[in-house]
């Protein structure tokens, strides 16, 4: 860890290492640990370091084979590392009894080519400079935690592990690419491999690439296996799986040789990757490890979200230190524009001055990675049903049965229960893909016009992109079978979800600090998507699959009390109330109206309401967002 960049000129121009350097230079705080650079004729690479694992303090990267026919530089994490170690040394490419994480990439690749990414398991990113053949490979990880960015000219090749790196480099163009703008704009990612320049792209997750003097392709090397299913007799070895899976996950991102601190709430996902390392090191399942924090956002104002409730059962348990930090004090938008966006792109969550205070907090105290339970409400989380597939199977009984045990817990009635969860996803599976085509482009116009995207982006603006259109292919595919299982695939894999990854990412290694997200491993993927959906969401029990499956892990109280707490109203009052001056701010004299994204008067109407309560507003802080973005790197241009 944790960055890389590099540049190929494909014409035989040697690489100037004034250049390289600057391009470090843009994300010089990825490198606390060093900064190595290796440069042979018309190819150099550059490593950042932040060492946070104890293989890592021995790393040497960029990394030449004993050959000297490979050159390897990689952020990465390796998790499989036991697998790996014994394959390649049984295949006899791997010498070393304990390498490194960049050993092992490199040996793989010296033993599977270019198929070597389906053997690794971790949170990676990685390039590699093959001599003999003359191209550069380069793969990112299947669940998208590692970013990798690129360009190719006609005869250079550049790549980083930011936008900004490559934008360093002479005669690259920093143009806005318009339709990543509006999907930023309707709160969506826009096509995987869209970055907020023209020119720039990033490789999708789980996918690998290459590229030489002749030209470049990309392609998928992993995907869920649509056959692979997990059936057991007792409704129990479902919990004891998912537990398994997921203490090995928490195991694997523990290697550290710092504390590692970890972003505790009231909820399970959170909880449970706190008890996990909690039970871990009880059992001394980490060895000599250098200990667990706990960092729990309070509230002593809002207190319908405050959680210590719960999170401090798990604290008291574990013994575990702990830093409470008071949420009201780090309101969004506040010392605005000291927490504004990256150049990289405008998008950063809602408490993004929240988690600074929290992650320099974490640096104070001497934390090397910070753990977040982010992806568990992808994995087990979510109303997803399996009320159209019990339909079609004709299992009656146990559907309306279903329904009106989900019924009973959401305290819904049962019509909007079977309205919202039967009728409208069969009606909206009805037919066969490729079946009445025209029909599936036509409804969502009629129907949804509205919903696409807010009335205060300008429509000849949203028809030049083609924003309509955006929104509605903004959904990963997959032949896997059965609606329920789809609707778990679209939800784990939604293209948001590993750019919010790479936000966090960025976010923490700004403060020297390292990003674990024990719940978005690739092996609890594949389990979530083979198991019945009944199991993850079990009529009338939220989340009883990871509910169970922390039985005699998490502390009993905790594990029975913990619930989903929003933190919403922080947000709310911040926008209404505490930070009005800065959105009005904000709306005057708008960079996106001058560019002719949005409509001022539509907008600043639409922010009344929102300020009177009358309407809560998902769309509204995109814009927010995506105005300091242009203000602070694009103004000058306009």
């Keep these: 860890m944790s960055g890389i960049c590099g540049i190929v000129n494909f014409d035989g121009a040697p690489v100037d290492p004034e250049l390289l350097r600057k391009m470090t230079e843009a994300s010089a705080y990825r490198g606390p640990d060093g900064i190595r650079y290796w440069i042979e004729g018309n190819v150099g690479f550059a490593h950042l370091a932040l060492n946070t694992t104890p293989e890592s303090l021995r790393e040497q990267q960029p990394l030449l084979s004993a050959d000297g026919l490979v050159c390897l530089t990689a952020d990465a994490r390796v998790d499989n590392r036991d697998e790996l170690i014994r394959t ?81 480099a002479p005669n690259v163009p920093a143009r806005i690419f318009e339709p990543a703008v509006a999907a930023h704009l309707a709160t969506c990612a826009g096509l995987p491999e869209w970055t907020f320049y023209e020119g720039i792209a990033q490789l999708p997750s789980a996918h690998a690439f290459l590229v030489d003097a002749a030209g470049s392709r990309t392609w998928r090397y992993w995907d869920i296996d649509p056959d692979y299913c997990v059936e057991y007799a007792d409704e129990a070895q479902y919990a004891d799986h998912l537990r398994e899976i997921l203490t090995e996950a928490v195991r694997c991102r523990l290697r550290s ?23 871990l090191l009880r059992q001394s399942g980490l060895g000599k490890h250098p200990g667990i924090r706990a960092y729990c956002w309070v509230f002593d ?15 008291q348990y574990y013994e575990l230190p702990v830093t409470y930090m008071l949420a009201e004090e780090a309101w969004p938008l506040k010392d605005y524009p000291a927490y504004g966006p990256d150049q990289d792109e405008p998008y950063i969550g809602h408490y993004q001055v929240l988690h600074a205070k929290a992650l320099r907090e974490a640096r104070t105290d001497g ?23 019990q339909l079609r199977a004709g299992k009656l009984r146990s559907l309306w049965r279903d329904m009106w045990a989900d019924s009973k817990r ?20 009805l037919w066969p893909q490729g079946k009445v085509s025209w029909l599936r482009r036509v409804l969502p116009r009629v129907l949804h016009r509205s919903k696409l995207y807010p009335r205060w982006v300008r429509p ?11 929104v509605r292919e903004n959904v990963p595919q997959s032949n896997i079978n059965g609606l329920a299982r789809r609707q778990r695939y679209e939800r784990v894999f939604a293209y948001w979800q590993s750019r919010t990854a790479v936000w966090l990412e960025r976010t923490y290694t700004h403060f020297g600090l390292g990003f674990g997200d024990p719940w978005g491993d690739q092996r609890i993927a594949s389990f979530v998507l083979a198991v019945p959906q009944r199991m993850i969401h079990r009529p009338g029990e939220y989340k009883w699959l990871s509910r169970r499956a922390m039985y005699d892990v998490m502390p009993e109280e905790a594990r029975r009390a913990s619930r989903k707490t929003l933190i919403g109203p922080l947000y709310e009052r911040a926008i209404r109330e505490q930070a009005c001056e800065t959105v009005l701010d904000l709306l005057t004299d708008s960079e996106a109206v001058l560019r002719g994204y949005v409509s001022e008067d539509t907008l600043h109407s639409h922010y009344e309401l929102v300020r009177r309560g009358e309407v809560v507003d998902p769309y509204l802080y995109q814009m927010l967002t995506l105005e300091m973005w242009l203000r602070r790197y694009w103004q000058q241009c306009t």
């Design 367 to 389: 934390m090397g990675q910070m753990f977040t339970g982010r992806s568990g409400d992808l994995m087990v989380g979510g109303t997803i049903v399996e009320y159209v597939d």
């Design 257 to 279: 040789v710092k504390p590692v601190g970890i972003f505790l709430s009231g909820g399970m996902d959170s909880g449970s990757v706190a008890s996990i390392a909690g039970w």
């Design 88 to 168: 390649l040394t049984a295949k006899g490419h791997l010498q070393e009894k304990n390498p490194t994480d960049a050993d092992l990439i490199l040996a793989a690749y010296q033993c599977w080519g270019e198929a070597c990414p389906e053997q690794i398991i971790g949170d990676f990113a990685f390039v590699i400079w093959n001599t003999v053949q003359r191209h550069v490979f380069a793969a990112r990880d299947a669940m998208g935690m590692r970013a990798f960015y690129y360009r190719i000219e006609p005869r250079r090749f550049l790549f980083a592990t930011e936008v900004k790196q490559i934008l360093t």
């Design 410 to 429: 959401a305290r819904f009635p049962l019509y909007q229960v079977i309205g919202a969860y039967l009728l409208k996803p069969f009606l909206a599976n």
């Design 301 to 315: 104002e809002l207190t319908e979200c405050d959680e210590r409730s719960i999170s401090d059962r798990i604290v």
């Design 460 to 470: 000849e603006f949203a028809a030049r992109v083609g924003l309509a259109q955006i």
